[in-house]
C-alpha cells in the first residue's frame, strides 16, 4: 500500500495533483507508473482509492476511484495534556507510540517543574504524520502549541477530567471511573511531577486525581500506559 | 534516593563493599559522605538499605542496616519473545518500557522473515539495569540470547502461551484468555509478521493466537501493548 497524507482532497474532488515534494517521491523514489493504485487519508477521517493518472514527477495527477469518509473512526475522544520531557526525544516516542494505539489531541503543558518550557509544534506533528502513515489512520491526531497548566485548568471541558499525580492522597482508577464512548482530558505532569498546589487546583476544577499503578513511571510512559488503558478499556 | 544494583550482595551480609566504578560514582560524582544512607537492589528481589562507613572513592565501605526480600514481588510471570526490530533503538526503548511497566523475561527471536539476526544482549542488559534503577525495582527482567524461533516453539512452557500476529484467522483476546497470576509467554513477530507457516507451527505447540486490537502497530509497539495488557488485567 502506498499511502499519501493530503489534507487539503476533498471528497467531492474527482482528480487531486500531488505536491511537487509529493509527486518526487511518488514517481522517483517509490517509482510508481501511469496505473498504479494509491491511498490518500485527509486526516480528517477520509480515505481515499487513486489511480495515477499523469505520472508526472513534480505535479502528479490522480485520479479519485472511491472515497470513504469517517474510516476507523473512534468511539471516544481522548485528549492528553503532558509536559514536555526535558529530553525531547522521549516525548517524540510518546506522540508516535500514542498515535500508533490511538490519541485525538494532545496538549504540551508548561507547568511550575517543568524543565523544558517550550517545544516545536511543527516539527512534533511530523512525528505523528509519519506516525498515522505508518499504521494507516485517516484522522490526524492535533497537537496544540504549549499552554500553561494554569491556563488549561480553568479551561472548559465537555467531558471527563483527570490528573495522574504521585503525590499522596486518594487517587482513582480509570477502570472504575471511565465512562465508556465518552471524551476525556488527562493531564501527566513533568519529570518532578505536579506541585501540591497544582493538584489542589486542579481537583478545585473538576479534575479527578487518578493512579496508573504502583510502577515508578517517567512522564512519556506514564502518558502512554494512560493512552492505553483509555483505549483498551474502550475496545469492545 | 541513591539507588545501587549490587548483584553480588546476599541477605546475610553485615557489610559491602561497592566496585570501583560505583565507589567512585557515589563518592566523586554524587558526593556522598560518610554517614550517608544508600539503597541497594539485587536483582532478585532483595531491596537493601545501608549507610556508608568508608566514603573511600575506590572501596565505599557499606553497613547494611535494613534487609526486604521479594520487595514488591509481582503477582504473575511475563516472559515476551520479540524479534528484534531492524533500528535497534526500538528495541531499548521496547525494553527499557517493559521494564518501568514491568516483565519479568525477554527472549529475542529469529524468525523467516527477521531483518536482524543478531543482538548484544550485554549492551542491551544495561538498558534494563538502568530501568529497574529508575523506576526503582528489586527484581531484574532476564533478557536471553537470541534463539531461533523453531527451537523456541518447541521448548516446554510452563504456563500460557500465545502468539500475536496479523495474517487472516481467529483471534482470541487477552482480556478473555488470561489465566490471572499465572505464567504467560507471548511471541511477538518482526516487521513483516511472522509466516504462515511458523503460525501454524506455534499452534500445533499450543500457543494461541491473539489480537492486540485494530491499530497496525509496528514490532515494538505490539511488544509493549502486550505487556501493558498482562499488567493491566493482573492488576488488582
Known sequence: MQLFYTPD????????????????????????????????????????????????????????????????????????????????????????????????????IISQRSERKEAKVDRLSKIITAAIKQSIKAYHPVLNEPVKLSELLSRPFDGQKFMAHCEPGKKLSLRNELILQSRYLILIGPEGDFTPTEIETALQNGFKPITLGESRLRTETAALEACFEVNFLNRI
Do not use: C, M
Not at 12 to 25: A, G, I, W
Not at 26 to 43: F, K, N, P, Y
Not at 55 to 60: E, G, L, S, V
Open 9 to 108: 482532497i476533498e471528497p467531492t474532488h474527482p482528480q487531486y495533483f500531488l505536491s511537487e515534494e509529493e509527486s518526487k517521491h511518488a514517481i522517483r523514489v517509490l517509482r510508481l507508473e501511469t496505473g498504479s493504485e494509491v491511498q490518500l487519508i485527509d486526516g480528517k477521517g477520509g480515505f481515499y482509492t487513486a489511480v495515477i493518472h499523469d505520472a508526472h514527477p513534480k505535479r502528479t495527477i490522480l485520479n479519485i476511484t472511491s472515497v470513504t469518509e469517517g474510516f476507523n473512526k473512534r468511539s471516544h475522544h481522548l485528549h492528553i495534556a503532558v509536559a514536555p520531557t526535558k529530553n525531547i526525544e522521549r516525548l517524540e516516542w510518546f506522540l508516535e507510540k500514542a498515535t500508533e494505539i490511538g490519541i485525538d489531541e494532545v496538549s504540551l
